[in-house]
Structure formats: structure tokens, C-alpha cells
């Protein structure tokens, strides 16, 4: 092409206008004629033998059309572990387990059959701990286990309550831990946490008497969704339609299987009318999965010069009632221990167990995050005790692009990324050779602090991507794909690059908003920052179809050499004769010469994506090549932190990453912003809490505290290395998790190497923060007492 282009213009998303004018459709929106209404009917104890239940009451309310329990659906789904009931089946697993659906003609008649249903319930003995889980005296919470479908990579332990173990050996621990002249050695916890979406899951559902399905949901992957239905349902792929409009918000939460299948078998039930589900916000937190709480064990070795030469960490995730997706995060995790280091001997062991507690499932990080906030305390830690500066420690074992390996035996390739250089970049941008400002109060401390971080998709090797180029009679172009779009902006980046190889204004390409899978390219799955890199090549690959065709037939209707011919500015021209030209809009539908003869026809370029070079992981040491790309990047942060109250500040954020190439700057801004206040609300403040049985005790956005605008730091720095990667599309790779993986790690290492405490539970809340000051630093709390004494008594003795 000829001009400038779009690619690297920071150019608004497409959807932008429709949002904040209200007119962007979602699921909620879809009413079609004749629908009913569902409501849940969820478990009040956390473990227990469901004895009967009586829907007698439940269904003389007026309105009533059907109740449904799990003896109408006596079957498991899932997508890896194939764990998941649709409704309880003989026993309920966590408080908030939905054992009934009621269908009416209203939401009120729902509702209130809802709370008529009769369950009578034999109680079993209930975990909580994940950690106690494991115990031989635990209560077993899949007695079947061994009967589940699992994908072949997952190791499931019948008989226990771990849905997976992963390990991962390389070189030799132990023999790290002889050559080491110190040794860390510590456990961190991380709670539970709500992905935090604004739209809850909601599903419209209609069975049709021919056997075929339409479900209109929120979800993220709706082909992943379209095959665990039509598992569930046993029918053909074919006979299921998924159409995904407007999504609002799903960091991982609408990754899988949702009520899509109950839905649809509730829409067959009451003889073939459509049936809608929308879950109220408290039913979101209680019955719908969570990120998952993380118990971590870890022992690291350094030598005197600040080589990490051992690493040694077990990580024991909450997976709670369900774990079909967490198995997998088990995985990322546990494959990704040593991050952006070159560590010569690691040991890991990744757990997913079971207990009573709501399900879990992928959140935005995908294990890296959990990992991260271990490892980067072990380094920070590492290089106090070492008398050394963190960024030395950090430069000292930095993966050298070219030459390392991995602790899956990847070697890392050239053209990976920049970590030196985004180390250096986080550096210059927090300023921290300079000198700290000054607190604002007496009792309070300024600290800088950084963190390092790596990731790419947590993805099979034949996850597959593809991508449609379709023109119009205009030489307008839909671009039809697969991939989702619910924030990040993934399709208008894809634009810019479409537009591009045609030499048109973005505005000429068009995505549809909705994703059918009826009618829309194939995607594995919206997850895993994965969109961009996947969906993208193959956009490129389907632009290089299209335009193999028309310069096919530009070179019979000009009589010269393919070769000679190239498409720009919306046309064909001959190189070196712009004057020798054909606009696009009289080729894409074929070429019409004078007397009406037509060569030619509509021109749709298709394209696909499929990686070449990953494998499968040994399932005894985890060798192998887990993902198609990494992202490198950093975080730095200036805080205050009030050693009175605990609380902490962040005034100052620095977000750096290495993304090959940016397309659109603004979107990467957006995430690199939007990623940190993400990661800096979990960090801070959010957490799912827990009763004795098991039930969520704040199951909103009132108690379930989410960063507010009061919250954010004031000063925000986003910047960006460009090191394309050659088979990207036009070098880029995908950041949109990546943004908040290293954020607590950040926060935690501000605070150790400035006062020296140690943060090991997430959330770093007041209450935290407060508590380890005061048991690692109790003189530190006493002056800041003593000076804010002194202050609170010179105000009081002004008045």
C-alpha cells in the first residue's frame, strides 16, 4: 500500500459510539416472542445428599410452567475436567449449588416459586482449606472422579480431592539448594477473588422442534461454548447455534460453559418456548465461579552474587466445588514458576483440589499473576538479604532472548522480546536512581518499588484461529471473525492491519458486532491475550488470499505480469506507472468489459492460524513448548503507605511491555491502564469472604470492595518496546492480560525494600498491612504513632 495507514494511529474502538449512546444490544436485550422466565434454586448447606426435594408447592403459584431438578439432566459437561453438573445430581458440593430451575411466565412468578421449592437434605462432612483437602482424612467431595471426561493433559487424582497435579522438573533442586549461600524459604496465601463484570451472566435459550438449538449469551468463546452444548445435548456441532452480542466484561469469568446448556434443555422441557436466565448479583457471586485462592509454598537459592540456582515452589489451588477450567490454570501456573528468569534447577508442583467452596474457573493472568506475586517477593527478598540492588539481581538472571531455556526446555527464541530493555525502561520511567519525595505526613513512608513479568496463551497445540475477508459491491470490506470484543479492542486493531493491505481508510472495514458461530469464522477461544497474534495472521493470510485473486484478474484485464502489479489507495496499480490503474470496486465483484462480458467474480479471501511448534507437556518432568509467544513487561509503582492505619497509595503508575508493535496506541494505553487499576483493586482491596459453611458473606458491589475513582493514582505512565516478532501479525503479540499481572508484586516490593515488611497475603488490605507492621515492625508503629499523637495534639490544642 501507499500513505500512512492505520497501523500505529491511535485510532478509537469501532464500538465506541454505540456504548456510550446506549444503543449497543446485549444478551439482557433479547426478548423474544413467548418467553419465559427461569430463576435458580441453589443449596443452603455446603455438603449434603440431596434426600428429596418437593416442587409441589413451587408449582401451584400462578405462572408456573415447569420445575426442573437434576434427575431431568443427569449428566456431567465441561470442557477439561467434565466435572460440572447442570443441576445437583444426588448431592449438593457448595452453599449457592443450583438444585432446581423454575421456569414461569414471569420473573415474579419465578422468583417466588423459587423460595417454595422443598429440599430435604442428609449433611456430609465439609472442607474448606484446600490444603486440609489433601488430608487423608478429607472428606471426599468427587467420590466418581475416575468417570469424568478429562482432556489428556490433566492428571486427576481418584480417591483425592486434587482434579489435577502438574509437575515440573528441570535440572536438579536439590543439588541447587547445596551450591546456594542463601536461602528463602516462605508461604503466601491469596484469596478468592470476583472477576468483577458489569453485565452478570445471563442466557436466552430456544429448542426447536426440527432438533436444532439457538442460545443468544454473554460469553467470551462461543465455540468452545457451542461444543460442550452439543456434547451435553448429544447432538451434531450443526444443530447448535451460539450468538454472542455485546458482552459486558468477562476477564476470564464467560470463558466456558455458563447456564448455556441448562437453558436450552429447560427450553425443550416446556415444549419448545424460549427460555431466559439472568443472574442477579448476588446469585453471580454465589453460584457462578471465582478467580481461585492460592496457598504457596516456596524455597529459593542464591548464590553471592545474586544467581538464582534453585526454585522450588508447590502451589495448592482452591479450585472449589468445580474445577473444569481450573485445572488448567493449575497448569499455566505451574509451567510459568520461574517467569522472566533463567533459573537452572526449578521444582514445581501445581495442585487444583477440590473443597466446598463456589467453583473457580480462568480470570484475567491466568496463574501468572498468582505465580508473579511468589517469585518477585522471592527476588526482592533475595536481594536485600544479598546486599544488592533489585535491579542488579533482576539483570544478573534475566532470560537472554537467543540463548536461554526455560524451565520447560524452550529455548527461548530471538526475536521473544526485550526484557533488558524493558527493565531498563520501567527504571528510567519511575526514576529510581533519584531521590524520593518526602511523605506528606510524619507517620507515613514514600516507597518506589518494580516487578517483572512474562506470559503468553495457555493454549493446546492445535488451537486453530481463522479469518474471513469478504468485499462488498463498493470495495467495502467485512471482516469476518471469530474473536470476541468486550473491551480490549482486539477487532479494531485487526482492522487497521486489513485496512492496510488494501490501502483504505479503517472506516472501510467492517466487523459485525455479534459472533455466531453459524456465520462467523472460527476461533478456539477469546482468552489468553491470544486474539490479536492468532486472529490476525489469519486476517493477514485472508488479505493475501483477496488479493491473490484480484491481481489474478487485474493481470489478465491489464495484460501484465502478475508480478508487476501491486493493491494500494483501494486499487490496483502498475508499479512504477501509477497512471495504469483499476479501482478496487470493479474487480471485487468481477471485471464487466464493454460489451457486458464479465471475467471473474465476489472476491473473499480466507485465512487460518495454527501453531507449528507447540507441544503437549510431559506429564511427569513438563517439558515441552507451552505457548506460541511471550510478552515480557514491568511494573513500577511510588506509593505511600500510612504505617498508622496500613493503608496504601499508589500515587504513581508505571506500566512498560515489550508488544512487537503497537497497532493502536490508544488501545495499548487502555490496557496498560485499564490492566493496573484491575491488578491494583485486587492487590488492595478485593476478596471473597467466606462463613463457616462456606457461603459468600459479600456478595456485592457494596461489601465486595472494587477500587473506585478515589482510588487511582493520579500519575500515569504507560510506555512500550517494540520488538516485532517476524511470524506476528506485522511483528505484534497480544498484551491484554499481561497489563495487571505484575501489579501486586510491585506494591509488595515497595513496601519490603523501603521498610522492610513482609506482605505475603493478598489482599494487602489496612487491615494486612497494619497486622504485619505490627508483628515484624513494632518500633516502626510506635513512632509512627507517637508523631501522629503529636499532631492529632497540637490540632486538638489549636481548637
Not at 476470564?252 to 418456548?273: D, F, H, I, P, T
Request: glycine share 8%; charged share 25%; net charge neutral.
Amino acid at each position: 500500500m501507499t500513505g500512512e495507514g492505520s497501523v500505529g494511529k491511535p485510532i478509537p474502538p469501532e464500538d465506541t459510539v454505540r456504548k456510550v449512546t446506549g444503543t449497543a444490544l446485549y444478551t439482557y436485550d433479547w426478548d423474544l416472542p413467548g418467553t419465559l422466565h427461569a430463576k435458580l434454586v441453589t443449596s443452603t448447606v455446603p455438603h449434603a445428599r440431596v434426600v428429596s426435594i418437593n416442587l409441589d408447592r413451587a408449582k401451584a403459584v400462578p405462572g408456573v410452567v415447569a420445575v426442573l431438578t437434576g434427575k431431568d439432566m443427569p449428566f456431567r459437561v465441561g470442557m477439561y475436567a467434565g466435572d460440572r453438573d447442570l443441576l445437583a445430581v444426588e448431592k449438593v458440593r457448595w452453599a449457592g449449588h443450583p438444585v432446581a430451575l423454575v421456569v414461569a411466565e414471569g420473573p415474579e412468578a419465578a422468583e417466588r416459586a423459587s423460595e417454595l421449592v422443598d429440599v430435604e437434605y442428609e449433611s456430609l462432612p465439609a472442607v474448606f482449606d484446600p490444603v486440609r483437602a489433601m488430608g487423608a482424612d478429607a472428606p471426599i467431595i468427587h467420590e466418581r472422579m475416575e468417570e469424568y471426561k478429562h482432556a489428556s493433559v490433566f492428571y486427576p487424582v481418584p480417591g483425592t480431592n486434587m482434579a489435577n497435579r502438574f509437575r515440573l522438573v528441570h535440572g536438579d533442586v536439590e543439588k541447587g539448594f547445596e551450591q546456594s549461600d542463601e536461602i528463602i524459604e516462605d508461604e503466601f496465601r491469596i484469596s478468592h477473588v470476583s472477576h468483577g463484570y458489569l453485565e452478570t451472566q445471563n442466557v436466552v435459550a430456544q429448542a426447536f422442534r426440527d432438533g436444532t438449538f439457538e442460545i443468544w449469551t454473554s460469553a467470551q468463546s462461543p465455540f468452545i461454548v457451542r461444543q460442550i452444548v452439543s456434547e451435553a445435548l448429544k447432538v451434531p456441532y450443526n444443530r447448535v447455534t451460539i450468538r454472542v452480542p455485546f458482552v459486558g466484561g468477562g476477564f476470564g469469568g464467560k470463558a466456558g460453559l455458563q447456564w448455556e446448556a441448562l437453558v436450552a434443555l429447560a427450553s425443550k422441557a416446556v415444549g419448545y418456548r424460549p427460555v431466559k436466565l439472568v443472574l442477579s448479583r448476588k446469585e453471580n457471586f454465589a453460584s457462578s465461579a471465582s478467580r481461585e485462592g492460592v496457598v504457596a509454598n516456596v524455597k529459593a537459592g542464591f548464590t553471592r552474587d545474586g544467581k538464582c540456582v534453585a526454585y522450588k515452589v508447590r502451589f495448592v489451588l482452591d479450585a472449589g466445588a468445580y474445577a473444569d477450567y481450573t485445572v488448567n490454570v493449575s497448569r499455566a501456573m505451574g509451567y510459568s514458576a520461574e517467569g522472566v528468569y533463567e533459573v537452572p534447577n526449578v521444582h514445581c508442583e501445581s495442585l487444583a483440589v477440590y473443597t466446598n467452596k463456589i467453583p473457580t474457573t480462568a480470570m484475567r493472568g491466568f496463574g501468572y499473576a498468582e505465580s508473579n506475586w511468589v517469585l518477585e517477593q522471592v527476588f526482592e527478598r533475595a536481594a536485600k538479604k544479598l546486599g544488592m540492588d533489585s535491579a542488579k539481581i533482576r539483570r544478573v538472571n534475566l532470560l537472554r532472548p537467543g540463548e536461554s531455556h526455560t524451565a520447560t526446555g524452550e529455548k527461548v527464541r530471538e526475536d521473544v522480546g526485550d526484557p533488558r530493555k524493558v527493565l531498563q525502561t520501567v527504571l528510567e520511567a519511575i526514576d529510581w536512581e533519584g531521590k524520593a519525595e518526602p511523605a506528606s505526613q510524619p507517620w507515613k513512608v514514600r516507597a518506589r518499588g518494580f516487578a517483572l513479568c512474562v506470559k503468553g496463551p495457555s493454549q493446546p497445540p492445535n488451537a486453530s484461529s481463522s479469518a474471513i475477508v469478504k468485499f462488498n459491491e463498493d470495495s467495502t470490506i467485512d471482516l469476518v471473525l471469530g474473536t470476541g470484543n468486550f473491551g480490549q479492542g482486539t477487532t479494531t486493531a485487526i482492522s487497521q492491519i486489513v485496512a492496510d493491505q488494501f490501502g483504505v481508510p479503517v472506516e472501510r472495514v467492517r466487523v459485525d458486532p455479534t459472533r455466531d458461530t453459524g456465520k462467523s469464522a472460527y476461533t478456539w477461544q477469546t482468552v489468553g491475550s491470544r486474539g490479536l497474534f492468532t486472529d490476525g495472521v489469519a486476517a493477514m493470510r485472508a488479505c493475501d488470499d483477496a488479493k491473490d485473486q484480484i491481481l489474478d484478474l487485474a493481470s489478465q484485464v491489464m495484460r501484465l505480469p502478475k508480478s508487476e502489479l501491486e493493491v494500494a489507495d483501494d486499487a490496483v496499480k502498475a508499479k512504477g506507472r501509477p497512471w495504469l490503474t483499476i479501482p478496487l470496486r470493479d474487480l471485487v465483484f468481477g471485471y464487466v468489459y464493454p460489451n457486458g462480458n464479465t471475467v471473474g467474480g465476489p472476491v473473499i479471501g480466507r485465512g487460518h492460524f495454527t501453531s507449528s511448534l507447540n507441544t503437549f507437556l510431559d506429564p511427569q518432568t513438563g517439558q515441552g513448548v507451552p505457548t506460541i509467544f511471550h510478552t515480557f513487561g514491568g511494573t513500577a509503582v511510588d506509593i505511600e503507605l500510612d504505617l498508622v492505619t496500613g493503608a496504601i497509595e499508589v500515587l504513581k503508575a508505571v506500566q512498560v511491555f515489550d508488544v512487537g508493535k503497537a497497532i493502536n496506541p490508544l488501545l495499548l494505553k487502555m490496557q496498560l491502564d485499564g490492566g493496573f487499576i484491575m491488578g491494583m483493586s485486587i492487590a488492595l482491596f478485593e476478596k471473597i469472604k467466606f462463613d463457616e459453611q462456606g457461603w459468600v458473606t459479600n456478595p456485592n458491589f457494596t461489601s465486595y470492595y472494587i477500587a473506585r475513582m478515589k482510588d487511582v493514582p493520579k500519575d500515569f505512565e504507560a510506555r512500550y518496546v517494540e520488538t516485532p516478532q517476524f511470524d506476528g501479525p506485522m511483528g505484534a503479540r497480544g498484551i491484554g492480560e499481561m497489563s495487571m499481572i505484575s501489579v501486586a508484586s510491585a506494591i509488595s516490593n515497595a513496601v519490603f525494600r523501603t521498610v522492610g515488611v513482609k506482605l505475603n497475603n493478598l489482599p494487602m488490605n489496612p487491615e494486612e498491612v497494619w497486622r504485619a507492621i505490627s508483628e515484624q515492625k513494632p518500633e516502626l508503629l510506635a513512632k509512627a504513632m507517637e508523631s501522629f499523637g503529636r499532631i492529632e495534639a497540637a490540632v486538638k490544642a489549636r481548637q
